[in-house]
């Protein structure tokens, strides 16, 4: 099973921006879609971002024109820019693969914190 790993998380200003990486240990070729998710504190986990096989993209209402998924196929990567982040984009943010057999692999987290 491919491993999901993501790294650039941290504490951020309102305003200010962090770029989100999720490493794939294996191909992303296995899956036919990634995508971010989060995660606020005592709150559900939500869509962020999708990116599919084909290139097209989905992003939550709440971050479209302030976040961009990306990927870098040749190093199984896919990243996740955000800008004129909010306090309220405060959460752990989760990489997840879905292979196109409908099975879903998901990174362990890391937390973002936008502070006001």
């Known amino acids: 099973q491919v491993q999901l790993v993501e790294s650039g998380g941290g504490l951020v200003q309102a305003g200010g921006s962090l770029r989100l990486s999720c490493a794939a240990s294996?191909?992303?070729?296995?899956?036919?879609?990634m995508s971010w998710h989060r995660q606020p504190e005592g709150k559900a986990r939500e869509l962020v971002a999708l990116?599919?096989?084909?290139?097209?993209?989905v992003y939550a209402e709440a971050v479209k024109g302030r976040f961009t998924i990306s990927r870098d196929i040749s190093k199984n990567t896919v990243f996740l820019q955000m800008d004129t982040l909010k306090p309220e984009d405060t959460g752990v943010y989760f990489c997840?693969?879905?292979?196109?057999?409908?099975?879903?692999?998901w990174g362990k987290g890391l937390l973002v914190s936008v502070s006001s």
């Open positions: 294996g191909s992303m070729f296995s899956f036919r879609s």
């Open positions: 997840k693969g879905t292979t196109r057999i409908g099975m879903d692999s």
């Open positions: 990116i599919a096989d084909a290139g097209g993209t």
